[in-house]
């Protein structure tokens, strides 16, 4: 008669809380094959296979609630487990050796630059955490960690493909020797925490050197700490691995060999627009030429280029430092971002006594770009007879190779993205459905698309004559100009990504 009163919970996963997890080992939950929950009206729910194994007692001392018993598979349990508790050979098996001794002893003498996570393995618990959690980063092929402080539990999250995934949730009390450790690793001040501060570290993994920029900032709860992992083997590309289209290749490499002009690359933050600064000059780099980059920061080194890092505090500014560049006898000038009208001038007055200058703008679309160096001051003139190139990107996440499949997508998505008149039964679409391999979000990698506005006369006439950014774009649309929506819908037509996520990263314009 009891066993009828109790709960049967046919998909825990909806009502999974990752901080409930937190009060417990993951040992306990994993042997005693129990899983806590919580519903909607906010009750406290214990998921468990077999009534006859769960110890109520110890589960409502440690929660300090009451709770109600329910009824699930235990497959369920093992996979919610893994998927939002993490592995208990790895980082949850530290957290259960952890003690207040150990945590005492966190700053030992270690010698960051020769360290190898896998080395490292069996050393202080706290160490071999912070490892755990960026050897698992990389791993998952994460491009920042962020370690986010709330009021009781501390988060570790993943951003991986350009989306944030939480990975770890631990329990509060490790967060002061988590971030000193970090601001070790960093050589910053473990003392300090009320202003933000900012540090580099490296670790190997397997034989290759991953880069670790730090950023940490005080927020309510304590320190926030974001880690990027930069790893040379998979940052650094070649122009045609970007994902360019044959045309738009071919105009890029064109513009790219030009002896003068300015050439902008312009998106939000997140792009790509360094890795295609950088593919372009390893590019055109060779023996015969001196290229000088202005950098904020300088993301990795390029043999036979010379890299400046931008430090605002001793006043080596993206203006100072361009102006000190020009007598240091440069062929090609990389400036990372034009961020005013006395950086955008001096950019202009390079290009125009003889250098390839490249440089960003954080604007939406090509033709905005124009635009807001004109809101910044500079005459139309000047932009008409230096900018040769404006490229606008976006990274769009592609289909899973293991899940992804024929499907047929509603009709208004189609229509969102193709133009009238298409014949949507040609369209060979695919989406991923989802896998281990790709974490269960269907797209594994991604590539660019691009909108390349390459300057000509008619488009110059139409720039001094201080029209809008609309009118610019459609005189380069007549002129045959590839949108971003347009590229992006070309890489569905191949089967390369979905109109979900063409949409997601582009915008009517």
């Known amino acids: 008669m009891e066993s009828k009163s109790v709960l049967w919970i046919e998909n825990p996963e909806e009502m999974v809380d990752p901080e409930l997890l937190s009060f417990f080992p993951f040992s306990f939950l994993k042997n005693n094959c129990i899983l806590p929950l919580k519903n909607e009206k906010g009750e406290i729910i214990i998921a468990t296979d077999d009534l006859l194994k769960i110890d109520i007692g110890e589960i409502k001392s440690r929660l300090n609630r009451n709770v109600k018993i329910a009824i699930t598979s235990a497959d369920s349990i093992h996979r919610c487990l893994d998927k939002y508790y993490y592995h208990p050979t790895t980082s949850q098996k530290v957290i259960d050796d952890l003690n207040s001794e150990e945590i005492t002893h966190l700053e030992e003498d270690i010698d960051v630059e020769s360290m190898n996570l896998l080395d490292l393995a069996n050393k202080a618990p706290i160490i071999r955490l912070v490892n755990q959690v960026l050897y698992k980063a990389i791993s998952m092929r994460a491009s920042d960690v962020h370690i986010q402080i709330g009021e009781t539990v501390l988060k570790v999250r993943y951003r991986v493909d350009g989306v944030l995934h939480d990975i770890f949730v631990l329990p509060r009390k490790f967060h002061p020797a988590i971030v000193t450790r970090i601001k070790i690793m960093s050589n910053l001040d473990i003392a300090e925490k009320r202003i933000p501060q900012d540090g580099r570290t490296s670790i190997k993994v397997d034989s290759k050197k991953i880069d670790i920029r730090v950023s940490i900032i005080p927020t309510f709860f304590g320190e926030s700490v974001v880690l ?109 971002e034009i961020r005013d009208r006395e950086t955008a001038e001096m950019a202009i007055q390079a290009s125009l006594t003889g250098h390839l200058v490249f440089s960003t703008l954080h604007t939406n679309d090509s033709t905005s770009a124009i635009v807001r160096l004109i809101d910044m001051g500079i005459e139309p003139y000047l932009i008409s007879s230096s900018l040769v190139g404006v490229m606008a990107q976006r990274l769009v996440r592609l289909n899973c190779p ?48 691009f909108e390349l506005l390459v300057m000509d006369e008619e488009i110059r006439e139409v720039i001094s004559e201080k029209i809008s950014a609309d009118e610019i774009k459609k005189t380069a649309l007549k002129k045959g100009l590839v949108t971003l929506r347009m590229d992006g819908a070309a890489k569905i037509k191949e089967g390369l990504t979905t109109i979900s996520e063409v949409l997601r990263v582009t915008q009517e314009v």
Do not use: W
């Open 402 to 449: 293991q899940c992804s499949e024929l499907v047929t997508p509603p009709l208004k998505e189609l229509q969102q993205i193709f133009p009238e008149g298409e014949d949507f039964s040609a369209i060979k679409y695919r989406a991923g459905k989802g896998c281990k391999l790709c974490f269960n979000e269907g797209y594994y990698g991604r590539k660019g698309i």
């Open 228 to 336: 990027r992992l930069l790893d040379r083997s998979t940052f650094l590309f070649t122009l045609n691995e970007l994902g360019f289209s044959e045309d738009t290749y071919n105009k890029f490499n064109e513009l790219i060999h030009l002896d003068h002009g300015i050439i902008l690359l312009t998106g939000p933050t997140g792009s790509g627009k360094t890795t295609t600064l950088y593919a372009a000059l390893s590019k055109i780099n060779n023996p015969g030429i001196n290229i000088i980059t202005l950098e904020d920061p300088v993301e990795y080194n390029i043999e036979g280029i010379n890299q400046i890092q931008v430090n605002p505090k001793v006043g080596l500014t993206f203006a100072n430092g361009l102006r000190s560049i020009l007598r240091h006898d440069p062929n090609i000038i990389m400036v990372g």
